[in-house]
DNA sequence: CTTGTTTGGTTCGATATCGCACTACATAGT
DNA sequence: ACTATGTAGTGCGATATCGAACCAAACAAG
């Protein structure tokens, strides 16, 4: 037995599919209708990692196909909560911008969040989190480094 | 500063959707054309959890839409990987059982992630993993408890 | 037993996801 | 410059997800 048994991973990836699950599910009751989760992470992106990203940057950063991402765009752009201009360092390409409702949006989201973060820092205990995280992000370092390719 | 930064519960939920995405490419990389990460969950689930289930049942362990099992398990039956009984105990239900192909299925889309696991047992610390298992579930736990309600 | 409510499952319509094919522009090799 | 190959983005078709509405069986209250 000189592997870690398979079923270890099995369980970690399995536990990691179902948080994933409760989590987007909290995340989206608190989004309006018609906006989901990929929304939310085009806004969330867009302000940390900062606006002008192209949607291939997001498509990679997210590991979804472009045409996902093409889609998601559209939808926050037809709301006005982004908008889109050329790239003057690649004609190909776009380059996207927040508008003020969508950095109003994700404020707000965040914002109605708090009662949900309370009830966790109340119920569990956050060094836990803390220990966890680092070993969360090498495994998606990992991961990430690893992938095939899509 | 009595709470827990919102930014931890951010940045682990992030990771874990991450890792949520790289780990379901990697297992639908694995399986047959048409076939992706729900179908394999059911399968997995009336192995683990015993055959005879309720669609019901599943919907629940996985948190999604009764309307998506229906879909999911309508895609499972029409490639005879199960099979469904009526439940005797309720007029209104059925129960789900695995053919043959099913168990078949499930046995060598595991198999074929064997090296997909090597390749994790090299390149990462399995004690690591073990490390944050029970915190995973113990997370998984209380964001159940706590779910709303779908 | 009858009635009102709950629960398991399906159908349907709207939106999402993703692979494939295609266009336009970019870049490397000669 | 010319051609070949690569890359950003879109259009389209197939399947997936999910909420709303619906039906039938179960169950609870009287």
Redesign the interface.
């Known amino acids: 037995m000189q ?2 048994e ?1 079923p ?2 099995f ?3 399995n ?12 995340l989206e ?1 608190h989004m309006p209708k018609g906006l989901i989760a990929p929304h939310f ?1 085009v806004l969330n992106h867009l302000t940390r990692v900062g606006e002008g990203s192209t949607p291939m940057d997001m498509a990679r950063a ?3 196909p472009k045409t996902s991402m093409t889609h998601t765009l559209s939808g926050l752009e037809a709301r006005n909560l982004v908008e889109t201009r050329p790239n003057p360092k690649d004609g190909r390409s776009k380059l996207v911008w927040l508008t003020d409702a969508g950095r109003a949006l994700r404020a707000d989201i ?1 914002a109605s ?2 009662p949900e ?5 109340n ?2 205990d ?1 060094d ?6 680092p ?6 370092v ?3 480094e ?3 390719g ?1």
């Open positions: 592997n870690p398979p270890l991973f369980q970690v990836f536990e990691i599919g179902i948080i994933e699950q409760l989590s987007r599910t909290i009751e992470a997210f590991q979804v965040i969040l708090a973060f309370a009830k966790l820092s119920g569990f956050g836990k989190l803390a220990q966890i995280l070993v969360l992000s090498e495994l998606r990992f991961l990430d690893n992938r095939s899509k």
